[in-house]
C-alpha cells in the first residue's frame, strides 16, 4: 500500500504488511505513474504529517 495524498482514507484494522510512505511533500507525478496499479491511501486527517510520524500514525492504524 502507498502512502500520499488520495481519496481513500485508511482504516482501522486494515489488512496491510507493506507501506510505502510518500515524502513529505507527496510523491512526484513520475513516482505516481510508477505506481499506479498500486493501492494509494492517506490518514483521515488534513494535517500533514513528517515522514517519521506519518509511519507511526499508520501503524497505529494498522494494529487498531
Known amino acids: 500500500v502507498v502512502f500520499d495524498f488520495c481519496d481513500e482514507v485508511l482504516?482501522?484494522?486494515s489488512d496491510i504488511d507493506t507501506v510505502l510512505i510518500g515524502s513529505e511533500g507527496g510523491l512526484s507525478e513520475a513516482?505516481?505513474?510508477l505506481l499506479q496499479n498500486q493501492r494509494?491511501?492517506?490518514l483521515g486527517t488534513p494535517m500533514i504529517l513528517r515522514s517519521e510520524t506519518a509511519a507511526t500514525a499508520i501503524?497505529?492504524?494498522i494494529l487498531l
Open 59 to 61: 501503524a497505529s492504524k
Open 40 to 42: 494509494i491511501v492517506r
Open 11 to 13: 482504516k482501522d484494522g
Open 31 to 33: 513516482e505516481r505513474d
